[in-house]
T-cell receptor, first 114, second 114 residues
Framework: AQSVSQHNHHVILSEAASLELGCNYSYGGTVNLFWYVQYPGQHLQLLLKYFSGDPLVKGIKGFEAEFIKSKFSFNLRKPSVQWSDTAEYFCAVNAAGTASKLTFGTGTRLQVTL | EAGVAQSPRYKIIEKRQSVAFWCNPISGHATLYWYQQILGQGPKLLIQFQNNGVVDDSQLPKDRFSAERLKGVDSTLKIQPAKLEDSAVYLC????????????FGQGTRLTVV
């Protein structure tokens, strides 16, 4: 069975600070990896995704994530956060090459202070 | 393109009552998912449809939950009778056969059972 662990439940950063959110997954096959973001009062939106190829993927709003296969990790990074990045971030995984369900982590609430 | 539409946005019911949620996926998306998101947790799949057929309903509490997608487009999710622990956000998502695995989410329906 698939599982996803997000290590940080609540992160508070000042504007311009660097961000790294941890994500580890457990799955016995090839995976697709995703980070979704949910801004207050809005729906889940795709931030970035990894299907294959370059393990460093870039997403919207300056976010990037690195897939490290040997560590089963897909950590999310941003060099300098903005107040508007305040949101909940979810890491998710599903089986590569399929339309199978997404398995989500429990989410990390990011609060960016001015 | 129009996103995934869900209604209602909010619903408050008493325990043992019934409730139904509606979802209209993105046009052309053959795969439709219903997820349940309990406060403080990541979304969890309830049921997945491929066109009008069920692909995965292993996590659906079938004694009280039911879902249908009769014409392979719109879908309804019903709870009867509701329990207090059903209080959650119910998310509908859809995905395209052209980009397997990437799901687009609706705004969700926030259900409160009192």
């Amino acid at each position: 069975a698939q599982s996803v662990s997000q290590h940080n439940h609540h992160v508070i950063l000042s504007e311009a600070a660097s961000l790294e959110l941890g994500c580890n997954y457990s799955y016995g096959g090839t995976v697709n990896l995703f980070w979704y973001v949910q801004y207050p009062g809005q729906h889940l939106q795709l931030l970035l995704k990894y299907f294959s190829g370059d393990p460093l993927v870039k997403g919207i709003k300056g976010f990037e994530a690195e897939f490290i296969k040997s560590k089963f990790s897909f950590n999310l990074r941003k060099p300098s956060v903005q107040w508007s990045d305040t949101a909940e971030y979810f890491c998710a995984v599903n089986a590569a090459g399929t339309a199978s369900k997404l398995t989500f982590g429990t989410g990390t609430r990011l609060q960016v202070t001015l | 393109e129009a996103g995934v539409a869900q209604s209602p946005r909010y619903k408050i019911i008493e325990k043992r009552q019934s409730v139904a949620f509606w979802c209209n996926p993105i046009s052309g998306h053959a795969t439709l998912y219903w997820y349940q998101q309990i406060l403080g947790q990541g979304p969890k799949l309830l049921i997945q449809f491929q066109n009008n057929g069920v692909v995965d309903d292993s996590q659906l509490p079938k004694d009280r939950f039911s879902a249908e997608r009769l014409k392979g487009v719109d879908s309804t999710l019903k709870i009867q009778p509701a329990k207090l622990e059903d209080s959650a956000v119910y998310l509908c998502a859809s995905s395209s056969p052209r980009v397997l695995g990437e799901a687009f989410f609706g705004q969700g329906t926030r259900l409160t059972v009192v």
